[in-house]
């Protein structure tokens, strides 16, 4: 992607520079790198790594969606969009 994108426009190289393995939560299947990304971006301060396992991820996704459907500036409800309902303000979220 370096080559196609950024090459001609840099005056830098990528290809120079060490290739480094970071010591932390590692995904164990090909299907769960955004939440991944997601939960790093989340609980990175800038020094270390977050700590999670790959059975955490379960959670992590539940969680990750619960925040996404109950957000205050949805402008649909959640259950309009998948069953065709209105909301019924007797739930709790």
């Not at 109950?70 to 309009?80: A, D, I, K, P, T």
Request: net charge positive; glycine share 6%; charged share 25%.
């Amino acid at each position: 992607m370096w080559d196609r994108v950024y090459m001609r426009s840099s005056k830098k190289t990528i290809q120079n520079y060490p290739l480094i393995f970071i010591d932390g939560p590692k995904q164990d299947n090909i299907r769960y790198c955004g939440f991944y990304m997601l939960k790093f971006v989340e609980l990175w301060d800038g020094k270390q790594l977050p700590a999670f396992e790959p059975r955490d991820i379960p959670n992590i996704k539940k969680l990750l969606i619960h925040k996404m459907l109950s957000f205050q500036g949805n402008r649909v409800q959640w259950m309009q969009v998948l069953w065709g309902k209105q909301h019924d303000p007797t739930l709790k979220h």
